[in-house]
């Protein structure tokens, strides 16, 4: 963006100071959360569009809880913690309409120096694989669902009562359930309506398999902007229940006694000529020799890249038998027992990961998804049959990682990872996971006050 003229030639033409006062400029960190900074109007016009803005490095190297931690090589005490040059990316222009006068924009994460984007950076992450199926003439369509809890409480009332007596929004289990919901939907309805009137398209809201659960449903598309939409309809649910004095959570297993909340992941590759899915054989009305191959590559890489399904400590604790989420590594058709279920068919034929919590970055997700299928595509890999049955009981299929540490050293030694996302990429994330996994395990939790306090 060498010219200003040329520069705001993009924006849209609502882009101006009368309805937008403010303009965000944010990118994804580890977590997926959105972090950055708001501009007036006119100092964004002045000078952001034209040359970006700066964020401090240490933002990819904390918890998240702000803390910095150490050991990374990306940036430290020791190197002074100095700044990313952050680059607009102006097709993510977006309004917020609930938050008035604001839009906000999308950025890219490069080095001071000039030498190139930050590899470890999750939006870099992800287009590092969508280079590699552009260069094949691809591009990869995929989706999220993805669910979360919403609570009468507020963020500051959940803080205040230590998380402990919350009240969920139903009193019942409310799977497909029309009449309860209704009682959500100061929080559910502006959440359809004004991510549709930021750009994202909705198909629509459901309920889920626990109290107080539900999911909405965004409109497949391209990845990045799959990923981008699923980052800021996290954060606009997060604003908007807020404003509505009540809180959502994103926990991959909220509660002992409740179902956890799935990011359930679909993908089909298209060709960039012919704009079809190419996972599906047309003349045979079948799956395609490239989606058996793609498939196979999930079934033999997906296991080692589970740290970028799961992400957390709390996320294995998802992992559980007949939870509708999946605790074995194998496919089937239509069948929720699995970790990758194959479902419908022609442009709409798609492998869907259920391995995922609503806790995973969806850049992160994506892109292993897609460095896995692609590993299986050039190793002409073939995923098998189709599982049937009941694959929680089958103590002959490979299990999912029991725990944040064996994600971390499945990561760590893998071969496949290391070539697909490149080894800086790989130590980075694999120092994260285990500094958050040494901090849970140096802290005491309720389950132990309670089991151990009295009786020990």
């Known amino acids: 963006m060498s010219e200003h003229d040329e520069s705001s030639g993009f924006l849209p033409p609502w882009f101006t100071s009368e309805p937008i006062d403010t303009v965000l400029v944010a990118f994804p960190d580890v977590y997926g959360r959105l972090i950055g900074k708001r501009f007036t109007h006119s100092h964004f016009m002045r000078s952001v569009l034209k040359s970006g803005t700066h964020m401090c490095n240490y933002l990819l190297t904390v918890d998240i809880d702000m803390k910095p931690l150490e050991g990374f090589r990306l940036a430290s005490w020791e190197r002074g913690y100095g700044d990313f040059h952050a680059v607009l990316d102006l097709r993510t222009v977006r309004r917020m309409p609930w938050c008035e006068g604001s839009a906000i924009v999308l950025a890219d994460l490069h080095h001071e120096d000039g030498s190139g984007d930050v590899a470890e950076s999750p939006r870099a992450v992800l287009r590092h694989q969508l280079n590699r199926l552009a260069g094949r003439g691809l591009h990869a369509m995929m989706g999220s669902e993805l669910e979360f809890y919403l609570f009468h409480n507020t963020y500051s009332e959940a803080n205040q009562q230590k998380f402990q007596g919350l009240a969920p929004s139903s009193d019942y289990l409310i799977d497909y359930h029309l009449l309860q ?84 992941l679909h993908t089909s590759l298209w060709s960039e000529k012919e704009k079809r899915n190419l996972f599906w054989n047309d003349e045979a009305q079948e799956a395609s020799e490239m989606f058996r191959h793609f498939l196979g590559g999930l079934m033999k890489y997906a296991r080692e890249l589970t740290y970028f399904f799961a992400p957390t400590v709390n996320a294995y604790k998802r992992f559980q038998s007949a939870s509708w989420a999946p605790t074995r590594m194998v496919w089937s058709l239509d069948n929720r027992t699995t970790a990758l279920r194959v479902i419908g068919e022609g442009n709409g034929f798609r492998v869907e990961n259920r391995s995922p ?67 800086e990429v790989v130590d980075f994330y694999v120092h994260t996971a285990r500094l958050e996994a040494q901090d849970f395990a140096a802290n005491v939790t309720d389950w132990e006050r309670k089991r151990y306090f009295e009786r020990i």
Request: glycine residues 8%.
């Open 181 to 264: 919901p209704a009682r959500d939907e100061d929080v559910l309805r502006r959440l359809r309506n004004e991510l549709g009137e930021a750009g994202i398209q909705v198909e629509g809201s459901k309920d889920e398999w626990g109290k107080g659960q539900h999911e909405v449903n965004l409109l497949y598309s391209a990845a990045l902007e799959m990923a981008d939409a699923h980052a800021l309809y996290k954060h606009a649910a997060k604003e908007i229940a807020a404003q509505q004095d009540r809180a959502i959570t994103f926990m991959a297993k909220w509660a002992a006694d409740q179902a956890g909340s799935s990011f359930h």
């Open 357 to 423: 919590g609503a806790d995973a970055n969806p850049y992160l997700a994506f892109a292993a998804t897609l460095a896995a299928g692609l590993a299986g595509m050039d190793e002409k890999l073939d995923c098998g049959p189709a599982y049937s049955g009941n694959a929680y009981q089958d103590e002959s299929l490979e299990r999912l990682p029991l725990s944040l540490e064996q994600a971390a050293e499945l990561l760590d030694q893998s071969e496949f990872a290391r070539s697909a996302l490149g080894d």
